[in-house]
């Protein structure tokens, strides 16, 4: 006969095997729980559907208060599962999922269902149940494989931390808990933007010591104020820092000495009766603590350093740093191949984000003993901001035994140097941008670091995209050293709210670029990485991420050719290094829809600006009663610098601008580019002047002109060769150059040395020319009206 009470005692000594016990710190209760938060939500989870649900076990850890284990027990191994999940009280996994869809309110649920009475007969499924998150997922470990067994506490947490949903919950409270901290501080701590972040990880640090993490309630004003110190003291303390490590220990210690000696800190807010260190070390306590023990591969201190630098305007940018976003930090490590066995160098290291994603890619499979290996000696930093050392070594103190390979001092410096050459077999770095002073161009940083790795190892690097056009006389000493394996244009806003458009280059070390004289550089456009953008919380990540990461990876690796996506080609150091100089446009997506969407902008621009007449004329003046279609496959490809002369306008200040009721053409995507009106009398013979010319401005928008216009030195007028530009031809040239405009942002922008070797495909006459009848009269035979 089923009996629930031999299931429930078979889960009690698995319990006890992994060390889920009362000795070892865990609460475990049954039916019922002490804690008013987990009764409340508890209190309409009935199986039945009246009163309170009631778990056969409830477990929590005193160290982490984020998580909860939920079991739920069937006696007979048939009642484990049904079709549905609906049928509560009858089946395990039904039920489990019930309490877990309420507890998951406030808690992240680790949801177990046990059936059966022996040994052969026992099933038993895990789910994981993100806090807020309002679904689950099976858990597994690293390996996917599905846990089918009771397993240790820090195992469901380790494997938990997996999870992307359960991640991408975790980190959006910790975003807002950021935000909300940021302004607690600004507030009531009055400390200075440098020091917030350091606040933070010193806090964090302090807490791992067990002493003050069992005392600090009892601590107030001036006495909580030392003793925060003095255990961040003792932490640091007992830190390996390898070579002249008392110089780095008293340097950092110096930097989180504000602690103690901050006034602000310490005063007693008499509304809350506590000062606000007080409230913030219970909050970094309670809310950050244990998300630094799950997810130890996770940059915490870069979090709040970007967090908080994102909403105080603070100096990072003027000091030209800029830290980079985490999943490209990832996408680094997946590019260079790491393993267990690999070592990894990032000569400007910041706060250690490259270093923790490396050691994250690193880990991923192995023991504990090869992880303590990796940790201890196979990730060397070198950073050398005083405050950024700091919160470095922190980062990797918060996530190892204390021994770190981190170096104080520039990169540049011999005796650093010579300590960190030879040891790497990837080297990673985001340098500073715009350094003043000799030496220390972004080239410099990033040739140092080519020059510490081993032969043959992989150098990644992510600059400005002025670096990838712009020639430079250190390119020529990049290129006879090391080979240029790969550059990718990444998203226009990848930085925000910095406006720096960035691309990533890999390099193999100390072998020169024409060594192999046949050798082909890989360039990639990888724009899109799924991101969305908002103004308050930045750039946030969505679903479509893991797919496009995926399709970089697949592409880098096979050095795929892919039209308007990806390409390759041979090099030199007077060539642009980017997907958008060599990319073949694909034109095949051209459709109807693009050519009807460029005629009615262009009669709405007219009718806004009083030209009605010629925008009926445009929009009646055609053949509709017969429909044409596109045979894209036999369009020829044309040279711009075939097709046109082009001419640039002349600068002309706002200030300089005096009234008129010319248009002034300048950079714009609205109102046709028009950016006002201006004196024909004044500027006649101090501008040129054009009418019925197509425009591209600095960003690649275009536009058709049938009106006499004055343009700036952004933009470049379109001067036909052989053939006559009229309303209809000039509108489908213009649908077809405006598929160019992928190439073109604030880090590459157009100039008159590369427009005439840009290309375009248009249709062709029976001898090879372009067919500018049939453009005009594919215009004409849209039904385009009907879009009005």
């Known amino acids: 006969m089923a009996n629930e009470r031999i299931t429930e005692n078979i889960v009690r000594k698995k319990l006890e095997a992994t060390g889920i016990t009362d000795i070892n710190g865990f609460l475990i209760e049954e039916q019922k729980s002490q804690n008013p938060v987990i009764e409340k939500l508890l209190k309409k989870a009935s199986k039945s559907g009246n009163g309170a649900g009631k778990p056969e076990f409830i477990i929590s850890q005193n160290n982490n208060r984020d998580f ?30 019930l309490y877990a869809s309420h507890l998951a309110q406030e808690y992240n649920i680790i949801a177990i269902a046990v059936s059966g009475q022996t040994k052969n007969e026992l099933k038993i499924s895990t789910f994981i149940f993100p806090k807020g998150f309002g679904a689950y997922s099976i858990l597994t470990d690293t390996r996917k494989i599905l846990i089918d067994d009771i397993i240790s506490w820090q195992d469901y947490i380790r494997f938990a931390t997996y999870d992307e949903s359960l991640a991408k919950s975790r980190k959006s409270d910790l975003n807002k808990f950021s935000r909300d901290l940021h302004d607690y501080i600004r507030d009531y701590g009055k400390i200075t933007e440098a020091q917030k972040p350091l606040l933070v990880s010193g806090i964090l640090l302090a807490l791992m010591e067990k002493g003050f993490k069992v005392a600090y309630p009892k601590y107030e004003e001036a006495e909580l104020a030392k003793k925060t110190f003095q255990a961040v003291k003792d932490i640091i303390g007992m830190a390996k820092l390898g070579v002249n490590q008392e110089r780095k220990k008293n340097a950092i210690i110096n930097a989180f000495r504000f602690i103690e000696d901050h006034p602000e800190l310490q005063k007693i807010d008499r509304k809350k009766n506590e000062s606000p260190l007080a409230h913030i070390v219970r909050e970094i306590d309670n809310e950050v603590r244990p998300f630094t023990q799950d997810h130890y591969d996770y940059d915490i201190i870069g979090n709040f350093y970007g967090e908080f630098i994102r909403y105080t305007g603070g100096d990072a940018q003027g000091l030209g740093i800029v830290l980079t976003p985490k999943h490209i930090t990832e996408i680094f490590a997946d590019l260079a191949k790491l393993n267990k066995n690999s070592i990894v160098l990032d000569t400007c290291c910041g706060t250690g984000g490259f270093l923790i994603s490396a050691m994250k890619k690193m880990t991923a499979g192995a023991s504990e003993i090869e992880r303590l290996k990796i940790l201890e000696n196979s990730l060397i930093g070198v950073e050398q901001e005083p405050s950024m050392f700091a919160l470095a070594v922190s980062n990797m103190i918060l996530r190892g035994d204390g021994k770190t390979n981190l170096y104080q001092g520039s990169c540049f410096d011999d005796e650093i140097f010579n300590q960190i050459k030879n040891k790497a077999t990837a080297g990673f770095i985001n340098p500073p941008y715009s350094q003043k002073g000799e030496n220390l161009h972004e080239w410099n940083f990033v040739i140092q670091l080519l020059n510490a790795l081993q032969k043959n190892a992989t150098g990644i690097i992510i600059v400005p995209m002025s670096l990838a056009i712009a020639p430079h006389p250190l390119r020529e000493q990049i290129l006879r050293e090391h080979r240029l394996e790969a550059v990718m244009s990444m998203p226009n806003d990848l930085f925000y709210p910095v406006g720096m458009v960035s691309c990533i280059m890999v390099f193999t070390a100390h072998v020169p670029h024409d060594s192999d004289p046949h050798h082909e550089s890989w360039f990639g456009y990888w724009k899109d990485d799924g991101f969305r953008k908002d103004k308050t919380q930045g750039r946030i990540l969505t679903e479509k991420w893991s797919k496009v990461r995926r399709e970089w990876i697949v ?9 308007g996506v990806s390409i390759r080609k041979k090099i030199g150091m007077n060539n642009e290094w980017c997907a958008e100089a060599y990319l073949e446009t694909d034109f095949h997506n051209l459709n109807e829809i693009d050519f009807i969407k460029n005629t ?47 001419e640039k306008g002349e600068r ?10 010319i248009p002034l053409i300048t950079a714009s995507e609205n109102n046709n580019g028009i950016a006002g009106f201006i004196s024909l009398e004044n500027f006649e013979n101090k501008k040129k002047i054009f009418e019925n010319k197509i425009t591209i401005d600095m960003f690649f928008n275009v536009f058709y002109h049938d009106y006499k216009y004055f343009s700036d030195d952004n933009i470049h007028t379109l001067i036909p060769i052989k053939f006559e530009l009229n309303k209809y031809n000039a509108l489908f040239l213009v649908t077809v150059l405006s598929k160019l405009k992928y190439k073109y942002a604030y880090g ?20 090879g020319n372009p067919d500018w009848q049939f453009m005009e009269n594919y215009i004409k035979s849209l039904p385009y ?4």
């Open 785 to 788: 009206s009907a879009s009005l």
């Open 748 to 767: 590459r922008q157009v100039r008159l040395m590369r427009l005439p070797f840009e290309k375009i495909k248009l249709p062709v006459d029976k001898k």
């Open 68 to 97: 909860l284990l939920v079991i739920e027990c069937k006696a007979d191994f048939k009642k484990h599962i049904s079709s549905t999940k609906d049928q509560y009280k009858d089946y395990a996994v039904d039920g489990v999922l």
């Open 600 to 646: 009615v902008n262009l009669a709405s621009f007219l009718f806004k600006n009083g030209k009605s007449e010629m925008a009926e004329f445009l929009l009646k003046n055609k053949n509709s009663n017969k429909k044409m279609s596109l045979d894209i496959k036999k369009w020829k490809w044309f040279n711009l610098g075939n097709l046109f002369t082009f």
């Open 555 to 563: 592409n880098f690796t096979n050095k795929k050719i892919t039209p």
């Open 652 to 661: 002309l200040t706002k200030l300089d601008r005096i009234s008129g009721d």
